[in-house]
C-alpha cells in the first residue's frame, strides 16, 4: 500500500521490450533500501523491484500492465514519480493508494490560479464514477484533491510545492497519465450493490401488482 506522497522523481535510464518491458530507473534516495521483491509505485503502478543495485532500480512490465497504464509511452529520460511501499507506523500523509491504475487519463489544461494552478484530466468512467468534490484522487502516483468533476474530466489544485517535487514540472497539454480512485469508494458500491438490487426488484414487484 502507498500513501500517494512522491519521495523522489527518477528517470528513465534504460528500456528493453520483450515478452515484459524491462524498465531502468536512476533514483538515488529510493534505490538506497530498496532490495529485490519490495514494491514500488511508478507513476502510480505498483511493480515489484526485479533488479537492486547503487542508484538504479529495474522492473519487468506485463504486457497486461502495459495495457492498463501509461508506462508503455515512457522513454529514456522520461522523468518518473517514486514512492516506496508504507512500511507499518509510517506517518499517512496522503490517501489509501494501491499502485492499481483504473485508467490512463490525459492533460487537458493547466490554469493558473493566483501562486496555485488549476489542472483539468481528461479521465474515463471508471474513474470518474468515484470522483467526488474535495475527494482524493492518484493521478501518476499524487495524492491529490478534486476541486471539480465534469462529464469526462476533473480537476485539481496544484501548489507550487507539488509541481516542483514530481513530474508535473515536465508534463503537458496531451500527456497520459496513470489514474487511480479512491478505493473507498469502491468497497461502499460494492457493499451496496446487493441492497440497490434488492429494492430495485422490490419496487418493480410492487409496479407489477399494482398493474
Not at 133 to 145: F, N, P
Request: proline share 3%; charged share 25%; net charge negative.
Amino acid at each position: 500500500m502507498f500513501t500517494g506522497l512522491v519521495e523522489e522523481v527518477g528517470r528513465v535510464s534504460g528500456l528493453e521490450e520483450g515478452e515484459m518491458l524491462r524498465l531502468s530507473i536512476s533514483a538515488r534516495r529510493v534505490a538506497e533500501d530498496t532490495r529485490t521483491g519490495d514494491s514500488v509505485s511508478v507513476n502510480g503502478a505498483c511493480l515489484t523491484v526485479g533488479e537492486a543495485a547503487e542508484g538504479t532500480l529495474t522492473f519487468y512490465a506485463m504486457p497486461e500492465t502495459l495495457r492498463r497504464t501509461a508506462l508503455g509511452g515512457l522513454a529514456e529520460g522520461s522523468p518518473v514519480n517514486l514512492e516506496r511501499a508504507m512500511s507499518a507506523g509510517s506517518r499517512f500523509g496522503g490517501h489509501i493508494v494501491q499502485g492499481h491504475v483504473d485508467g490512463v487519463g490525459e492533460v487537458l489544461g493547466v490554469h493558473p490560479e493566483g501562486e496555485a494552478e488549476i489542472w483539468e484530466f481528461a479521465a474515463p468512467e471508471a474513474v470518474l464514477r468515484y470522483c467526488v468534490q474535495k475527494g482524493s484522487v492518484c493521478v501518476d502516483g499524487i495524492s491529490l484533491t478534486i476541486v471539480s468533476v465534469g462529464e469526462a474530466s476533473f480537476t485539481v489544485s496544484i501548489l507550487p510545492q507539488t509541481r516542483a517535487n514530481t513530474n508535473l514540472k515536465e508534463l503537458h497539454v496531451g500527456d497520459r497519465v496513470n489514474l487511480e480512485a479512491d478505493v473507498i469508494g469502491k468497497y461502499v458500491e460494492r457493499l451496496l450493490e446487493p441492497r440497490i438490487e434488492e429494492r430495485f426488484s422490490t419496487f418493480e414487484r410492487s409496479v407489477g401488482d399494482a398493474i
